[in-house]
């Protein structure tokens, strides 16, 4: 099956490339972001600066994504994406997280990545509604697959229980 659904630690999937839900400085972070530069290694972080800062602090826009090597991490590529902060849905949002994907499979598409791993962006600290967040990330993944001739495995790896019930969810209705 090329989209699947887990629960889990990101940073234990094998796959070509995992999706790090960053921040714009891309310099580590909490939760997935400080789980993927610790797996990756100092080298990572040191990657990550050569990134050019487009204001001071952001490397890396909401909605647009970066790639790095996996240094020593279990992949060969990370690719970084900021995930827009959720504000009542009224300022973008959910094209700013469309985006998010878009960017990914584009970078992954380039890179020849045959296996990807998406944690749940933006519904930790940013606070996206989990059940939204849900239907874009499937949503744009079908897109991709069907666009990729099923050449291309999607893994949501979901952080909590919960999270993991609403994408299994929303995935069986997609």
């Known amino acids: 099956m090329p989209i699947q659904i887990m629960l889990g630690d990101i940073t234990e999937v094998d796959a070509d490339a995992w999706v790090n839900a960053a921040n714009p400085s891309l310099l580590g972070g909490s939760g997935v972001d400080g789980a993927i530069h610790k797996a990756a290694g100092g080298e990572l972080v040191n990657a990550c600066y050569m990134f050019k800062e487009l204001q001071p602090g952001i490397r890396c826009p909401p909605g647009i994504a970066r790639i790095t090597p996996g ?33 990914s499979f584009q970078l992954a598409q380039q890179h020849n990545v045959q296996s990807i791993v ?25 897109v991709e697959v069907a666009a990729r001739k099923d050449q291309l495995k999607v893994t949501f ?18």
């Open 71 to 103: 240094f020593k991490a279990r992949v060969k590529w990370i690719i970084h994406t900021v995930g827009p902060v959720w504000h009542g849905g009224n300022k973008g949002e959910a094209e700013t997280l469309a985006n998010c994907y878009r960017n």
């Open 157 to 174: 790896c979901c952080f909590a229980e919960e999270i993991y019930k609403i994408y299994r969810a929303a995935h069986e209705i997609a």
């Open 118 to 142: 998406f944690p749940a962006i933006s519904c930790g600290v940013y606070g996206f509604p989990w059940a939204q967040a849900a239907e874009i990330a499937l949503r744009e993944a079908k």
